[in-house]
């Protein structure tokens, strides 16, 4: 499952902050958007992506609503794994998306406005529109953010749709990624994987693979190069489903280049620059009849710029407890933190079952005793009716759910990606009910896993 996206319109696509997951409006809970005062609540969760509505359903449970407040800016909630499949024309958008009120818990006080400051010295969070909250427990659920500026003449391009130009990875641009493939002529159609972290990883591939099916169906495979420049020196990371993946590669005559990451947009000549980075100085510059942008990424700019982040800016968490390495009273989930695994809603569901435990055990003033294993899962869309669903932990072995080898393509797994995960995301996980497949695994394997 892939991660979710919280989008606020701006008047500059590669301004926005993006995080994992957002929503809003329902007359059941509470909202403060304009306020310059003081609160306090037991747990202030900050985020309204997956993981922080998650958290809230979680928190809301334990300790009553009255308790709990969530600050997340945004009007709608996206479920962003279900972009790979817009962006290929399979989903509609509208589906991918539900106002954040209807998702934030009912009674929890909804907080809309932007963390612009925390200060864990004090306990105390600091909004855009002037309100000053203090905390018992903290819970950073703020996501990363995507960085389109930091690839040259990119954010110069008004009208992507004109030149080719898609990326599913923004509410802005995932429906621009199916109108180049619809306008495909011949060509290259170029996929790129950027040199920074990302959350799922293996969406800039996914899309290549439904391009790829997607001109077989409409008969213009055979003009077209379908290239995946990727930055990593591996095509996936995990090697048990990266040698599946190759085999799909030959077999459908796609072209992989490692190591190479796009600097650079030409739009007008229709040009894609990348960095060799085993050469660093060295550039290559490719024609392309579509592109598809994946964006470099980083931490947010507000765990960044405060004591909580490590030295690369992300949220600095202990990676089996999920608990704060020097406050013991923040906590962290998702794609804000520097947890070593993918960054997939995924994780985002195991995570929340353990930072629960976790939390449980220090209200009561005890040792956390329950350990996140970096589980997480990438349901890759090798077409548009197979998947190989990729799941694996920290130690990058593979740990997966069903007693079958899952890096065989199947009809199964792409309904599983298609109808059965999205119900459950919106239906288990953001209330709260679903923390992952892993007693689900145990059963499936008799308890040898």
Same mark, same amino acid.
């Given at each position: ?97 539900? *106002? ?54 990119? *954010? ?82 995990? /090697? ?9 590669? /030959? ?49 947010? *700019? ?114 599983? /990606? ?30 040898? /896993?």
């Amino acid at each position: 499952m892939a991660t979710v996206a919280v989008v606020h319109r701006q008047p500059a696509l590669w301004r926005q902050c993006h995080r994992t997951a957002g929503i809003g409006i329902c007359r059941l809970h509470t909202n403060s958007s304009n306020a310059s005062s003081k609160e306090h609540y037991k747990v202030l969760v900050l985020g309204g992506g997956t993981g922080g509505i998650t958290m809230s359903a979680r928190m809301k449970r334990k300790l009553g609503a009255e308790n709990v407040a969530i600050v997340e800016t945004s009007e709608m909630h996206y479920y962003q794994p279900i972009w790979t499949l817009v962006g290929a024309g399979a989903k509609d958008l509208a589906s991918s998306g539900r *106002p954040t009120a209807s998702v934030v818990p009912p009674g929890v006080k909804w907080v809309k406005s932007n963390v612009q400051e925390i200060d864990p010295d004090t306990n105390t969070v600091r909004t855009d529109n002037g309100m000053e909250i203090s905390y018992q427990y903290l819970i950073v659920a703020l996501g990363l953010q995507l960085h389109y500026d930091k690839i040259k003449g990119l *954010p110069d391009i008004e009208d992507w749709v004109k030149f080719k130009i898609g990326s599913n990875y923004s509410v802005e641009t995932v429906e621009k990624t199916w109108s180049a493939l619809q306008n495909f002529k011949e060509g290259n159609a170029i996929f790129s994987f950027p040199n920074t972290p990302v959350k799922c990883a293996g969406a800039p591939q996914k899309i290549m693979y439904l391009t790829d099916a997607y001109l077989r169906k409409t008969g213009k495979r055979a003009t077209a190069n379908v290239m995946y420049n990727t930055s990593l020196p591996v095509l996936f990371g995990i /090697k048990k489903y990266a040698d599946a993946l190759w085999e799909i590669v /030959k077999n459908r005559d796609i072209q992989v280049n490692l190591r190479h990451n796009l600097i650079e947009v030409r739009a007008n000549k229709q040009e894609a620059v990348f960095e060799n980075l085993d050469n660093p100085g060295e550039t290559k510059v490719f024609e392309y009849e579509m592109l598809h942008v994946t964006p470099p990424m980083g931490p947010n *700019p507000v765990v960044k710029g405060s004591s909580l982040a490590d030295e690369g800016g992300w949220l600095d968490v202990n990676k089996e407890t999920l608990q704060h390495n020097k406050y013991p009273n923040v906590f962290g989930i998702g794609d804000c933190t520097n947890l070593p695994t993918a960054k997939t809603a995924a994780a985002v569901a195991a995570q929340s079952t353990i930072l629960d435990r976790t939390i449980s055990k220090v209200l009561k003033n005890e040792k956390p005793d329950r350990k996140y294993d970096g589980y997480t899962s990438c349901p890759l869309v090798t077409s548009y009716s197979t998947v190989i669903l990729a799941e694996f932990d920290y130690s990058g072995q593979p740990l997966e759910t069903f007693p079958i080898d899952q890096s065989k393509e199947r009809r199964t797994m792409y309904h599983m /990606k298609a109808d059965v995960m999205p119900h459950l995301y919106w239906h288990g996980l953001l209330k709260g009910f679903w923390g992952g497949p892993g007693p689900y695994r145990k059963i499936m394997h008799l308890g040898m /896993k």
